[in-house]
């Protein structure tokens, strides 16, 4: 299996770029198979490249490269709770999910390609409650172990924090004056590090993920640990 990646192609970029300035049901089914050939058929090469290379880092998180059901993000949104009733997503994503979960909830690590916004990043997005507590009671119980996941030199080299939101209360059950107070209070944990468009076009970007993911292998590794699943 190669762990080699060419770069995502122009036509990838170009297609989002019209898709946004044609966002609706009518267009994308007139250039569906332009969809296939040059958004998802590149992202299926990049998580099939990613595979080897994610399996380095932890063995638990998975590279599905299927276009439906596999890493890859669908690109219809769900705007059935929203008032946004764009039908289609302007951007192409993947997530590479911890095995034991195959929802948005589980820990992954995630891939965001737009036009104007390239990111890299891992961690868990809104938990539901019995597992953002278990989280929180990490913490609250190891904050030494806490404390060496956000001085870890790589994760502070590539990224600007763990971020999230919060409450403004501090949950119940929990110490006000506890240092990590303010993670504490997170209802999400992430790091999130920006690339650029014309990085995602080179050869070089899978290297970047790669040396990202790694980054937040600290924070992943402690969630994991949270939650009782391996790492």
Request: hydrophobic share 45%; no cysteine; proline share 2%.
């Given at each position: 299996m190669t762990t080699s990646f060419p770069g995502f192609p122009?036509?990838?970029?170009?297609?989002?770029?019209?898709?946004?300035?044609?966002?609706d049901r009518a267009w994308f089914d007139a250039n569906k198979a332009r969809y296939k050939q040059d958004v998802a058929a590149p992202m299926s090469d990049f998580i099939v490249a990613m595979a080897p290379r994610l399996g380095k880092i932890s063995s638990h998180y998975v590279a599905d490269p299927r276009p439906h059901?596999?890493?890859m993000?669908?690109?219809?949104r769900d705007t059935r709770f929203s008032r946004d009733k764009r039908p289609l997503k302007e951007h192409a994503a993947c997530q590479f999910r911890h095995d034991a979960g195959r929802d948005a909830h589980a820990p992954g690590?995630?891939?965001h390609l737009a036009p104007k916004d390239v990111r890299i990043g891992g961690g868990i997005w809104l938990p539901p409650?019995?597992?953002?507590?278990?989280?929180r009671e990490a913490i609250a119980r190891d904050p030494a172990g806490w404390s060496r996941v956000l001085g870890n030199r790589r994760l502070k080299?590539?990224?600007?924090g763990i971020r999230g939101d919060a409450l403004v209360r501090t949950p119940k059950g929990f110490d006000d004056d506890h240092r990590h107070i303010a993670d504490i209070k997170r209802k999400t944990f992430f790091v999130m590090r920006e690339s650029t468009p014309s990085a995602a076009?080179?050869?070089?970007?899978?290297?970047?993920?790669?040396?990202?993911l790694r980054a937040a292998a600290p924070l992943m590794r402690f969630v994991c640990k949270a939650l009782h699943l391996p790492f």
């Open positions: 122009k036509s990838f970029f170009t297609f989002l770029r019209q898709l946004a300035r044609n966002n059901g596999g890493s993000f669908r690109i219809y690590f995630y891939v409650g019995p597992e953002l507590r278990a989280i080299a590539a990224f600007d076009g080179e050869a070089g970007f899978i290297d970047e993920v790669d040396d990202t």
